[in-house]
């Protein structure tokens, strides 16, 4: 069990195959990017203070098997979180280069439930991090924060209402799948 802000974070190491690691991540380290962008009050826009990452393509059948996946977590994340869950929004490949963020924020929006996040790379690192915020009104700054790191090909998933960062990338690109389940 985590302390908290995080006991209710968990990484569950191997969830992919290593030849789809290896391949989702060749695939993306090249392929064509657009800058994510963030649900706003007035709609989904672009603000890169906000969030600077690309979303990048992947080929159908790479996307299809990440998603399967994801999919596949979905009774034990269910077991884990003790709710119930429906499906998952379609995956969004994230590639981050030297700069790049996302800063605190919850992914509360449109019947999300639970965050899940598939880790592919960090170069010049052999784990990737998140950085997780204490809901407690009584986190003092030395305690109101906690980083967690996690391996290629583990998955880490968290109630969407929980505040997190990815804080500026040093070392590019850093390489991620989000998706989030809804509310069963
Ligand atoms: O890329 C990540 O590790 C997490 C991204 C994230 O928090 C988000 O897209 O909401
Ligand atoms: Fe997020």
Redesign the pocket.
């Known amino acids: 069990m985590l302390s908290p802000p995080t006991h209710d974070v968990v990484v569950w190491e191997s969830v992919l195959a290593p030849a789809l690691l290896d391949a989702l991540t060749r695939t993306m380290q090249a392929a064509e990017g657009r800058p994510?962008d963030v649900c706003a009050p007035t709609g989904r826009l672009v603000d890169q203070h906000i969030?600077r990452?690309s979303r990048v393509e992947v080929p159908q059948s790479l996307s299809d098997k990440t998603r399967l996946c994801f999919e596949g977590l979905h009774d034990r994340l269910e077991e884990h979180f003790g709710v119930r869950l429906g499906g998952c929004e379609p995956p969004?490949f994230?590639r981050?280069e030297r700069g790049d963020r996302?800063v605190p924020?919850s992914?509360v929006a449109a019947g999300r439930r639970v965050?899940a996040?598939l880790?592919l790379a960090q170069a010049g690192a052999a784990r990737?991090s998140?950085t997780f915020f204490a809901p407690s009104p009584t986190a003092t700054w030395q305690t109101c924060r906690k980083k967690i790191s996690f391996p290629p090909g583990s998955v880490i998933a968290f109630p969407a209402d929980l505040v997190?960062e990815?804080p500026p990338v040093r070392v590019g690109p850093?390489l991620?799948v989000?998706t989030w389940f809804w509310n069963g």
């Open positions: 994510a969030r990452t969004q994230l981050y996302f924020h992914d965050t996040v880790h990737g998140l997190h990815v850093r991620t989000v």
